[in-house]
Structure formats: structure tokens, C-alpha cells
């Protein structure tokens, strides 16, 4: 019996400390994943221009749900170098794809309806959708 006990405490052991490794390894991907995101937002200017044009801006789609497709969308200013943030937009929707299959993520397997457009409000730049009443 004392056998048993200590076999099994040595594999909880195991399980319990490479889980912990795994648990810093999966925080640090999502921390990376974090800061792209970041960055991503501060090449859209959405915080930091007014938005007092609607026509002055454009949206696109961000990130990858575990069941496919993005994980909504993201406004950006038309005067920003449109190749380099697409470009970080890809590279961050690739980060988590395969950060999602690395980990086993799962996520809802519902579809993230584009928006009909960008609008001002308050002097920032917000998605508009269209409802139900509105088609």
C-alpha cells in the first residue's frame, strides 16, 4: 500500500510540475500575444486620432477562434501605412491560430458578423452593424 501511495504522489508530482512549466509557457505566449495586440492597436490610431470623418477609416479582421474565422474586427485610420498594419493583423491572427492549437484552445463556433462600416462617436472611430430592423 505504501508503494501505491508514494507511485502515485510521484506521478501527481510529475503531472503537477510539468503542468506548471506548461502553465508559464502558455502565459507567455498569451502575454506575447498581448503585446502584439497592443501594437496593433496603436498602429490603428484608434486611441490616439479624432475621429471626425467616418470616410477616413476602415476595419478589418483580427485574430482566429479555435473553431475558424476571426475573433471580430478592428477600425484603423486610412492615413496609417495600411500595408505594415495588415501586415502585423496577419502575423497576430497566424500568433493566435496557432497559439489555439498549440494550447487546445476551444472557443464558441459562432460567426463574428462584419460591421456595415465605421462611424465617429465622440471623436472616436467605432464599428456600426446593422440589426435586424435596420435589413
Known amino acids: 500500500m505504501k508503494k501505491l501511495t508514494f507511485i502515485i504522489c510521484t506521478i501527481c508530482l510529475v503531472f503537477f510540475s510539468c503542468s506548471n512549466d506548461d502553465s508559464a509557457d502558455r502565459e507567455r505566449d498569451y502575454q506575447n500575444l498581448g503585446k502584439m495586440y497592443r501594437e496593433i492597436l496603436s498602429l490603428s490610431k484608434i486611441n490616439s486620432e479624432l475621429c471626425t470623418d467616418p470616410d477616413q477609416w476602415d476595419f478589418t479582421a483580427i485574430g482566429s477562434k479555435a ?69
Do not use: H, M, Q, R
Not at 492615413?79 to 497566424?94: G, H, R
Open 67 to 135: 473553431c475558424g474565422g476571426p475573433t471580430g474586427y478592428i477600425a484603423y485610420s486610412k492615413k496609417i501605412d495600411k500595408t505594415e498594419f495588415l501586415a502585423k493583423v496577419k502575423a497576430y491572427t497566424d500568433a493566435e491560430a496557432a497559439f489555439n492549437k498549440k494550447w487546445s484552445v476551444v472557443s464558441t463556433c459562432d460567426v463574428v458578423a462584419p460591421p456595415a462600416g465605421v462611424e465617429c462617436v465622440d471623436g472616436k472611430p467605432k464599428l456600426s452593424y446593422i440589426t435586424g430592423s435596420e435589413k
